[in-house]
């Protein structure tokens, strides 16, 4: 799961401006609209036909431009940073790492599958509120680990006698 994890940082084409102007709040929780308008993208077939691949495509195009979009923040002292900056532990440090972090990061990587695949066959049915469950079920973990990214950070910072803010 950690490859996967590495494999997205590639695609995104993830260097270190990039993960510095991620850190700030506005990028991570804009990037929380991602797969609500992705879900819309594709229910808008209904309305849009084969014009909702652009819809699609703008989606995705979001996905690239977001982390890239905001400046880098002022500060670090606040949960969304730290959580960025315990995902780019989890990335270049997992061999450092006890072996509860990466299990947790792996495990809620694997419990957005369900949400997803709910949320692929409710497209398919084009049942609305059942998008909207699938949505919340494959977002829940999403946070959760960002929540753990947190917990992750502030055990490296402890273990590295480093304070919150200085990696």
Not at 78 to 93: D, F, K, M, P, Y
Request: proline share 4%.
């Amino acid at each position: 799961m950690i490859k996967l994890f590495e494999l997205s940082e590639r695609v995104m084409k993830m260097d270190a401006a990039t993960w510095q102007r991620h850190a700030n709040p506005w990028s991570v929780y804009s990037r929380m609209t991602i797969l609500p308008l992705l879900a819309l993208a594709v229910f808008s077939r209904v309305w849009l036909g084969a014009w909702a691949w652009l819809a699609v495509a703008l989606v995705l195009l979001w996905v690239w431009v977001n982390p890239r979009l905001f400046s880098a923040p002022q500060s670090l002292d606040n949960w969304a940073s730290r959580g960025v900056l315990g995902e780019q532990i989890l990335l270049r440090r997992s061999d450092e790492l006890p072996r509860h972090h990466k299990r947790w990061a792996m495990g809620l990587g694997l419990a957005s599958v369900p949400g997803l695949a709910l949320m692929v066959w409710a497209l398919w049915q084009l049942d609305a509120l059942l998008i909207v469950a699938a949505v919340i079920l494959a977002m829940g973990p999403k946070l959760w680990f960002l929540d753990r990214m947190n917990w992750l950070y502030a055990d490296w910072c402890h273990a590295h006698g480093k304070d919150l803010g200085d990696v």
